[in-house]
């Protein structure tokens, strides 16, 4: 699997290397959100840090409290917002 294939990145820790054979392909090692609860296998990305784990969309969830968190929403938030999100106006 590449760099790119990716799907868990470690924060904090040594990452494991392993070694792939042509008889089997690597095994896929289970990590779960701790957030949200899901696996790696259900979530687009996996954040691993020491003791914690965070998936992409509880991130983005994180951020737009961040960004909300004061209440009033500047033009430079909301472009933030929508370009995470997908949406135009």
């Given at each position: 699997?590449?760099?790119?294939?990716?799907?868990?990145?470690?924060?904090?820790?040594?990452?494991?290397?392993?070694?792939?054979?042509?008889?089997?392909?690597?095994?896929?090692?289970?990590?779960?959100?701790?957030?949200?609860?899901?696996?790696?296998?259900?979530?687009?990305?996996?954040?691993?840090?020491?003791?914690?784990?965070?998936?992409?969309e509880c991130t983005l969830i994180a951020v737009q409290y961040l960004i909300l968190q004061d209440g009033?929403?500047?033009?430079?938030?909301?472009?933030?917002?929508?370009?995470?999100?997908?949406?135009?106006?």
């Open positions: 699997m590449s760099d790119k294939e990716q799907k868990v990145v470690s924060i904090g820790s040594k990452s494991k290397k392993h070694t792939e054979t042509k008889e089997q392909p690597p095994k896929i090692e289970l990590e779960y959100c701790s957030f949200c609860g899901r696996p790696n296998t259900m979530v687009p990305k996996l954040v691993k840090g020491p003791g914690v784990n965070i998936c992409s009033a929403l500047s033009a430079e938030a909301q472009r933030i917002i929508d370009m995470l999100w997908g949406t135009k106006k």
